[in-house]
């Protein structure tokens, strides 16, 4: 059974970083595309993230400039580096990864911005 893990949600202050890590672990799987979703108290989910095997990235308009994904293939791991944060970065965190045919989530770390 494929399983997500995220970690590094935290509270902090506006205009500060933090780096979410997502850990992939049990069964076989290759994911050809891993990401971050995120959700806030009364809105839908939404996309913040995707990066392919291979390094090609996408990003929410909202965040581009201020956050960067990246992957470790060797460890099974995604990463969100967070930069410039603003209170409407606050929500859960998700991670997601695609193995060409489903979608695996995780439970979610929370990211409060606020001073």
Do not use: H
Request: with cysteine; proline share 3%.
């Amino acid at each position: 059974q494929v399983q997500l893990v995220e970690s590094g949600g935290d509270l902090v202050q506006p205009g500060g970083s933090l780096r979410l890590s997502c850990l992939a672990s049990g069964g076989s799987f290759s994911f050809s595309s891993m990401g971050w979703y995120r959700q806030a108290p009364g809105k839908q989910r939404e996309l913040v993230a995707r990066v392919t095997s291979i390094g090609a990235t996408i990003y929410a308009a909202s965040v581009k400039g201020r956050f960067t994904i990246s992957r470790d293939n060797a460890k099974n791991t995604v990463y969100l580096q967070m930069s410039s944060l603003k209170p409407e970065d606050t929500a859960v965190y998700v991670c997601n990864g695609f193995d060409g045919r489903r979608n695996y989530w995780g439970q979610g770390t929370q990211v409060t911005v606020s001073s």
